[in-house]
């Protein structure tokens, strides 16, 4: 069982950064991929950007690609989110989930364990 606390959300202007972090607890964080999910208002849940176990390989939707960095530190049991130039279309709730799988795992029904959510808002 993994469980997954994401923080560093918040409200930012247009243009601007922040810096999510999702922290999970276990002894066995690597050997899953990560990845980061967000969910607009009144909108599906869309994938934004996974990562390799080893956090060799990642993989971002086109819409976040140039702006967002995702990354993982296994010997802290954390994947980041890095989220430059801010959209108002990126406000959402985001989540990060970790996968079985491999790499480039972008379906939601690939994941089988997820966080609560953190609420980005991004002012025009």
């Known amino acids: 069982q993994v469980q997954l606390v994401e923080s560093g959300g918040g409200l930012v202007q247009a243009g601007g950064s922040l810096r999510l972090s999702c922290a999970a607890s276990g002894r066995t964080f690597s050997r899953y991929a990560m990845g980061w999910f967000r969910q607009p208002p009144g909108k599906e849940r869309e994938f934004v950007a996974t990562i390799s176990r080893s956090g060799g390989s990642t993989y971002y939707v086109d819409s976040v690609k140039e702006r967002f960095t995702i990354s993982r530190d296994n010997a802290k049991n954390t994947v980041y989110l890095q989220m430059n130039s801010l959209e108002p279309e990126d406000t959402a709730v985001y989540y990060c989930?970790?996968?079985?799988?491999?790499?480039?795992?972008?379906?939601?029904?690939?994941?089988?364990?997820w966080g609560q959510g953190t609420q980005v808002t991004v002012s025009s």
């Open positions: 989930a970790g996968s079985r799988g491999e790499t480039r795992v972008i379906h939601t029904y690939e994941y089988d364990y």
